[in-house]
């Protein structure tokens, strides 16, 4: 299981993410949800200044560190997107 996963258990209410990618920009995030896809998890969070767009990184384990690889493949983000969808169609407006 992802640190983030374990840090965001720990809080309860906090759902704002702050983490370095592997380009090395910045970024706050509303966290929405981690779904695992072909063994790995990617995060799905949204930009705090963008209404209705979202972000897909992949969660990979280097020098025992955890990194946030930003997905560009566009049949990955496809894919993860449509299991997040599915998981979350009740919990969010997707049209």
Same mark, same amino acid.
Request: contains cysteine.
């Given at each position: 299981?992802?640190?983030?996963?374990?840090?965001?258990?720990?809080?309860?209410?906090?759902?704002?993410?702050?983490?370095?990618?592997?380009?090395?920009?910045?970024?706050?995030?509303?966290?929405?949800?981690?779904?695992?896809?072909? $063994?790995?998890?990617? =995060?799905? *969070?949204?930009?705090? #200044?963008?209404?209705?767009?979202?972000?897909? /990184?992949? !969660?990979?384990? &280097? $020098?025992?560190?955890? =990194?946030? *690889?930003?997905?560009? #493949?566009?049949?990955?983000?496809?894919?993860? /997107?449509? !299991?997040?969808? &599915?998981?979350?169609?009740?919990?969010?407006?997707?049209?």
């Amino acid at each position: 299981m992802s640190e983030l996963l374990n840090q965001l258990k720990d809080e309860e209410l906090d759902f704002t993410v702050r983490f370095t990618d592997t380009d090395g920009e910045y970024g706050e995030y509303e966290f929405l949800d981690i779904v695992l896809y072909n $063994n790995c998890e990617y =995060v799905i *969070v949204s930009p705090l #200044d963008a209404d209705g767009y979202v972000d897909i /990184f992949r !969660i990979m384990g &280097v $020098n025992d560190k955890e =990194v946030y *690889v930003r997905v560009q #493949d566009d049949e990955t983000l496809e894919k993860v /997107f449509e !299991i997040f969808r &599915v998981k979350n169609e009740d919990e969010f407006d997707f049209e």
